[in-house]
């Protein structure tokens, strides 16, 4: 009787996120549809669609990026990956159009910088979600081979505006071309490029411990996800020195990549061995005054013990973590 109700239970769930997943879309269908229904002047009703258009587009997007999230599987992930990608680059070319051909520039311009902003967001979305660093490393690539033409392109655009014929269409073209590129490298600088101030990848420098030495020598201290050990990660072929995962699948693991040492933190427990993460798996402990850390803040505290160590000799855990600058 009670696996039945639980599988009852699972059904709704899973007929509640369809349904869910399915008024996202409509409300990202309807911002779109209301950007060619905008009136030809700029008067109230053109800023009062031109508004509800952004808001629908803010409902939907983030509600439905909040239901793949909570989703586990990997074909899921990527291929909403992809589609925000190719959503971004819908977007970008629809902008230029819309300056382009939209009667009169002022409204062009307006319609083609919502689309910038709602494109910038996807490809912010996307490179959030490169938790392993050879993910990072493919989007980085991926978003800085694209910034140099679009950059190029961009220039171009503005220097025959103003050799050939003044043209305020091809510079407004010209100039969000250049918005683009810039968005482009910052997006592959990292991350976030919208919260720098938090990573889930921090570098270790001056590393000179292979990560077996480097294991032996922390094994003797507790951190807030227990001791270390040595295991590989299924996007690496190198072992790696982990720790956890908690009872919340949360890990951090420190490898090399292309020569330099990273700590990243994650919660994709399909990166380990199932049978090795089990027989690790730890509740998280406090230190003697109480304090845990958040998961985002892990990587920079095992990346400053390490550090520590590595400077001094001595391996000492602490939850004190400096302030970032705003």
Same mark, same amino acid.
């Given at each position: 009787?009670?696996?039945?109700?639980?599988?009852?239970?699972?059904?709704?769930?899973?007929?509640?996120?369809?349904?869910?997943?399915?008024?996202?879309?409509?409300?990202?269908?309807?911002?779109?549809?209301?950007?060619?229904?905008?009136?030809?002047?700029?008067?109230?009703?053109?800023?009062?669609?031109?508004?509800?258009?952004?808001?629908?587009?803010?409902?939907?997007?983030?509600?439905?990026?909040?239901?793949?999230?909570?989703?586990?599987?990997?074909?899921?992930?990527?291929?909403?990956?992809?589609?925000?990608?190719?959503?971004?680059?819908?977007?970008?070319?629809?902008?230029?159009?819309?300056?382009?051909?939209?009667?009169?520039?002022?409204?062009?311009?307006?319609?083609?910088?919502?689309?910038?902003? *709602?494109? $910038?967001?996807? +490809?912010?979305?996307?490179?959030?979600?490169?938790?392993?660093?050879?993910?990072?490393?493919? &989007? !980085? @690539?991926?978003?800085?081979?694209?910034?140099?033409?679009?950059?190029?392109?961009?220039?171009?655009?503005?220097?025959?505006?103003?050799?050939?014929?003044?043209?305020?269409?091809?510079?407004?073209?010209?100039?969000?071309?250049?918005?683009?590129?810039?968005?482009?490298?910052?997006?592959?600088?990292?991350?976030?490029?919208?919260?720098?101030?938090?990573?889930?990848?921090?570098?270790?420098?001056?590393?000179?411990?292979?990560?077996?030495?480097?294991?032996?020598?922390?094994?003797?201290?507790?951190?807030?996800?227990?001791?270390?050990?040595?295991?590989?990660?299924?996007?690496?072929?190198?072992?790696?020195?982990?720790?956890?995962?908690?009872? *919340?699948? $949360?890990?951090? +693991?420190?490898?090399?990549?292309?020569?330099?040492?990273?700590?990243?933190?994650?919660?994709? &427990? !399909? @990166?380990?061995?199932?049978?090795?993460?089990?027989?690790?798996?730890?509740?998280?402990?406090?230190?003697?005054?109480?304090?845990?850390?958040?998961?985002?803040?892990?990587?920079?505290?095992?990346?400053?013990?390490?550090?520590?160590?590595?400077?001094?000799?001595?391996?000492?855990?602490?939850?004190?973590?400096?302030?970032?600058?705003?």
């Amino acid at each position: 009787m009670g696996s039945i109700i639980e599988k009852i239970k699972a059904l709704m769930k899973r007929s509640g996120e369809r349904t869910e997943l399915m008024t996202d879309i409509l409300c990202l269908l309807a911002s779109y549809g209301l950007i060619f229904m905008l009136p030809k002047k700029m008067n109230i009703l053109f800023w009062s669609v031109f508004g509800i258009s952004a808001f629908l587009f803010c409902v939907g997007f983030f509600r439905m990026g909040a239901v793949i999230d909570r989703c586990k599987s990997k074909k899921v992930k990527r291929l909403s990956g992809i589609l925000l990608i190719a959503s971004g680059i819908v977007l970008n070319c629809s902008g230029v159009l819309a300056i382009w051909k939209t009667p009169g520039i002022e409204r062009g311009i307006c319609i083609a910088t919502l689309l910038l902003i *709602e494109a $910038i967001i996807m +490809y912010s979305a996307v490179a959030c979600r490169a938790v392993t660093l050879r993910f990072q490393w493919i &989007i !980085s @690539l991926i978003f800085r081979i694209a910034a140099v033409p679009m950059a190029i392109g961009g220039i171009a655009a503005i220097v025959y505006s103003i050799i050939s014929s003044f043209s305020g269409t091809n510079i407004a073209i010209g100039v969000f071309m250049l918005i683009e590129s810039i968005v482009f490298w910052a997006t592959g600088s990292g991350n976030d490029p919208f919260n720098s101030s938090f990573s889930l990848v921090r570098a270790v420098p001056d590393m000179n411990k292979t990560v077996h030495e480097l294991c032996n020598a922390l094994a003797g201290t507790e951190t807030q996800l227990g001791f270390p050990w040595i295991g590989k990660i299924s996007t690496n072929q190198e072992e790696t020195i982990i720790y956890g995962p908690t009872d *919340e699948d $949360i890990f951090v +693991y420190g490898l090399f990549h292309f020569g330099r040492f990273y700590i990243v933190s994650g919660d994709d &427990i !399909s @990166l380990l061995d199932a049978e090795q993460a089990d027989a690790h798996r730890i509740a998280e402990i406090p230190d003697s005054k109480g304090r845990s850390i958040d998961t985002e803040l892990l990587p920079e505290a095992y990346s400053n013990m390490i550090t520590r160590y590595l400077e001094n000799g001595k391996v000492i855990w602490s939850c004190k973590i400096k302030k970032h600058r705003d």
